[in-house]
Protein backbone atom coordinates (compact mmCIF):
# COMPACT_ATOMS: atom_id res chain seq x y z
CA UNK A 1 0.00 0.00 0.00
CA UNK A 2 1.07 3.63 -0.42
CA UNK A 3 0.44 6.45 2.67
CA UNK A 4 0.42 10.22 1.48
CA UNK A 5 0.04 12.35 4.21
CA UNK A 6 -0.71 16.22 4.16
CA UNK A 7 0.74 18.73 7.04
CA UNK A 8 0.63 22.49 6.58
CA UNK A 9 -3.01 23.70 6.22
CA UNK A 10 -4.41 26.19 8.68
CA UNK A 11 -6.08 29.78 9.04
CA UNK A 12 -4.34 32.58 7.49
CA UNK A 13 -5.55 36.02 6.70
CA UNK A 14 -6.19 37.65 3.31
CA UNK A 15 -2.68 38.24 1.36
CA UNK A 16 -0.73 35.70 3.76
CA UNK A 17 1.14 32.57 2.73
CA UNK A 18 0.60 28.96 3.59
CA UNK A 19 2.69 25.82 2.67
CA UNK A 20 1.99 22.49 2.47
CA UNK A 21 3.47 19.56 1.95
CA UNK A 22 2.51 15.33 1.71
CA UNK A 23 5.01 13.20 1.97
CA UNK A 24 4.54 9.48 0.45
CA UNK A 25 5.32 6.61 1.87
CA UNK A 26 4.63 2.38 1.71
CA UNK A 27 5.82 0.19 -1.14
CA UNK A 28 6.02 1.67 -4.72
CA UNK A 29 8.36 1.03 -7.82
CA UNK A 30 7.61 4.97 -8.84
CA UNK A 31 5.48 7.52 -8.35
CA UNK A 32 4.65 9.61 -11.41
CA UNK A 33 2.04 12.63 -11.34
CA UNK A 34 1.25 13.72 -8.26
CA UNK A 35 -0.69 16.80 -7.16
CA UNK A 36 -2.86 19.08 -4.95
CA UNK A 37 -6.35 19.26 -5.41
CA UNK A 38 -9.07 21.03 -3.34
CA UNK A 39 -12.91 20.95 -2.41
CA UNK A 40 -14.45 23.62 -1.13
CA UNK A 41 -17.88 23.71 0.90
CA UNK A 42 -20.72 23.09 -1.58
CA UNK A 43 -18.59 22.83 -4.60
CA UNK A 44 -16.63 19.84 -6.69
CA UNK A 45 -13.27 19.20 -5.96
CA UNK A 46 -10.44 20.25 -8.38
CA UNK A 47 -6.88 20.58 -9.66
CA UNK A 48 -5.12 23.39 -8.15
CA UNK A 49 -1.62 22.21 -9.52
CA UNK A 50 -0.23 19.28 -10.03
CA UNK A 51 3.92 17.82 -11.04
CA UNK A 52 5.27 15.33 -13.19
CA UNK A 53 8.29 13.15 -12.44
CA UNK A 54 10.61 15.68 -14.87
CA UNK A 55 9.20 18.70 -13.16
CA UNK A 56 6.44 19.74 -15.60
CA UNK A 57 4.21 21.43 -13.55
CA UNK A 58 0.83 22.91 -14.51
CA UNK A 59 -1.64 25.14 -12.65
CA UNK A 60 -5.42 26.34 -12.28
CA UNK A 61 -5.83 29.32 -13.56
CA UNK A 62 -7.12 30.65 -10.51
CA UNK A 63 -3.84 30.02 -8.62
CA UNK A 64 -1.51 31.13 -11.56
CA UNK A 65 1.56 33.20 -10.41
CA UNK A 66 0.37 32.86 -6.57
CA UNK A 67 0.94 29.37 -6.16
CA UNK A 68 4.34 27.31 -6.46
CA UNK A 69 4.37 23.39 -6.66
CA UNK A 70 7.32 21.37 -6.37
CA UNK A 71 8.59 18.40 -5.39
CA UNK A 72 11.77 16.03 -3.69
CA UNK A 73 11.84 12.89 -5.75
CA UNK A 74 14.53 11.53 -3.16
CA UNK A 75 12.04 12.47 -0.36
CA UNK A 76 8.95 11.41 -2.35
CA UNK A 77 7.45 15.25 -0.93
CA UNK A 78 5.36 17.10 -2.71
CA UNK A 79 5.11 20.48 -1.96
CA UNK A 80 2.85 23.66 -2.50
CA UNK A 81 3.50 27.20 -1.71
CA UNK A 82 0.80 29.61 -1.16
CA UNK A 83 0.63 33.48 -1.51
CA UNK A 84 -1.59 36.36 -1.59
CA UNK A 85 -4.11 33.70 -0.36
CA UNK A 86 -7.62 34.94 -0.65
CA UNK A 87 -10.68 33.96 1.07
CA UNK A 88 -11.89 31.90 -2.19
CA UNK A 89 -9.11 29.49 -1.80
CA UNK A 90 -10.38 28.32 1.51
CA UNK A 91 -10.39 24.60 1.14
CA UNK A 92 -9.76 21.12 2.11
CA UNK A 93 -6.32 20.52 0.21
CA UNK A 94 -5.56 16.96 -0.74
CA UNK A 95 -2.77 15.40 -2.56
CA UNK A 96 -2.73 12.61 -5.18
CA UNK A 97 -0.10 10.61 -5.93
CA UNK A 98 -0.09 8.41 -9.80
CA UNK A 99 1.69 5.05 -8.63
CA UNK A 100 3.33 2.21 -10.37
CA UNK A 101 3.45 -0.06 -7.43
CA UNK A 102 5.56 -2.92 -9.89
CA UNK A 103 8.58 -2.98 -11.92
CA UNK A 104 7.00 -5.79 -13.39
CA UNK A 105 3.46 -4.26 -14.12
CA UNK A 106 2.16 -1.18 -16.28
CA UNK A 107 -0.85 -0.41 -14.21
CA UNK A 108 -0.92 2.87 -12.34
CA UNK A 109 -2.83 3.19 -9.17
CA UNK A 110 -4.11 6.62 -8.04
CA UNK A 111 -3.51 7.18 -4.24
CA UNK A 112 -4.93 10.14 -2.03
CA UNK A 113 -4.44 11.54 1.05
CA UNK A 114 -6.78 12.82 4.26
CA UNK A 115 -7.03 16.31 3.51
CA UNK A 116 -5.77 19.46 5.01
CA UNK A 117 -8.01 22.11 5.84
CA UNK A 118 -7.05 25.58 4.68
CA UNK A 119 -9.09 28.33 5.68
CA UNK A 120 -8.31 32.42 4.67
CA UNK A 121 -10.26 34.57 6.66
CA UNK A 122 -9.46 38.16 8.76
Known amino acids: QVQLVESGGGLVQPGGFLSLSCAAS????????MGWHRQAPGKERELVAS???????TYADSVKGRFTISRDNAENTLYLQMSSLKSEDTAVYYC????????????????WGQGTQVTVSS
Open 96 to 111: NARVRRFVWSSTRVDY
Open 26 to 33: GSFYSIET
Open 51 to 57: CSSDGTT
